[in-house]
């Protein structure tokens, strides 16, 4: 794609206001796209240098219609073409004791990460043009039932069908859907685990192969390879082998 050509059309970013979505956003910024960063963090999305900012919460469904509106009518003011949506925006948090089942913790990550993308997907996607391509954040978490990932697991799971599922509804308008599965990548959420985390890469290297999934409209992107695909094989050993590789001691 040309610069001149990317320069007219537009791709929306949530969570761009740190981590993958940050790097996202500077990295398509870099490439010439017309980027709308989104996020909480009104000072962060500020500080990306060519994008524009739109400050919200994805978990209120009114702050989603209104900013959706205003996205609109930046569209016609700049005659941009929305071209690719990547719903990025997302929390982790872990059960730590299953026999103690945190509901209001399973609630909140499934708000955050489920529901309130359905409010993107509401108001978002009418937006969306012809040949246009969703990015929806999943995890290679989904691969394998890992401890204390009963909550992000279950939401990650749910946005993988949620991919697929528009895949086929959407074809018949000429809109691709791409669901991005990373490995462990740097960020101010993966900072918080307490455990190791092989192979993990920078936020700058997912960013680029996002970008690179998103331009060939790959159906999965996945990524580090090395580390994605050993989930995947290892996905297919007997659960009742998983379970005793997995389970805690």
């Known amino acids: 794609m040309s610069t ?3 320069k007219s059309t537009a791709v929306l970013i949530t969570g761009a206001s740190s981590g993958i979505g940050l790097a996202l956003a500077q990295y ?3 490439k010439g796209f017309a980027v709308i960063a989104c996020g909480r963090n009104a000072k962060a999305l500020q500080s990306i ?3 524009t900012p739109l400050s919200f919460d994805i978990t209120d469904n009114a702050q989603v219609k ?3 509106e205003q996205l609109s009518q930046l569209l016609r003011q700049h005659d941009w073409q929305l071209q690719q949506v990547i719903l990025n925006a997302g929390s982790c948090e872990y059960i730590d004791n299953a ?3 945190d509901s209001a913790l399973f609630a909140r990550v499934i708000n955050t990460n489920v529901v309130a993308m359905g409010y993107c997907l509401e108001h978002f996607l009418p937006l969306v043009g012809q040949g246009g391509q969703l990015g929806l954040m999943s995890s290679s978490a989904t691969y394998l ?3 204390r990932a009963e909550a992000y697991g279950a939401s990650k799971a749910a946005i993988s069908y949620l991919g ?3 895949r086929v509804d959407l074809a018949q308008h000429d809109i691709g859907v791409s669901v991005i599965c990373p490995g462990f990548v740097k960020t101010p959420l993966t900072d918080k ?7 993990q890469i920078t936020a700058q290297q997912a960013a680029v192969a996002i970008f690179k999934g998103m331009q060939t409209q790959r159906k999965e992107i996945h990524f580090p390879g090395k580390f994605t695909w050993l989930l995947k094989l290892a996905s297919l050993l007997p659960e009742s082998l998983l379970v005793s590789l997995l389970a805690k001691k």
């Open 4 to 6: 001149q050509a990317a």
């Open 28 to 30: 398509y910024v870099n």
């Open 49 to 51: 240098i060519g994008a």
């Open 66 to 68: 209104a900013v959706a």
């Open 99 to 101: 026999l103690r089942f």
């Open 145 to 147: 039932p890992f401890p």
């Open 164 to 166: 697929r599922s528009l």
């Open 193 to 199: 685990n307490d455990f190791a985390m092989p192979m």
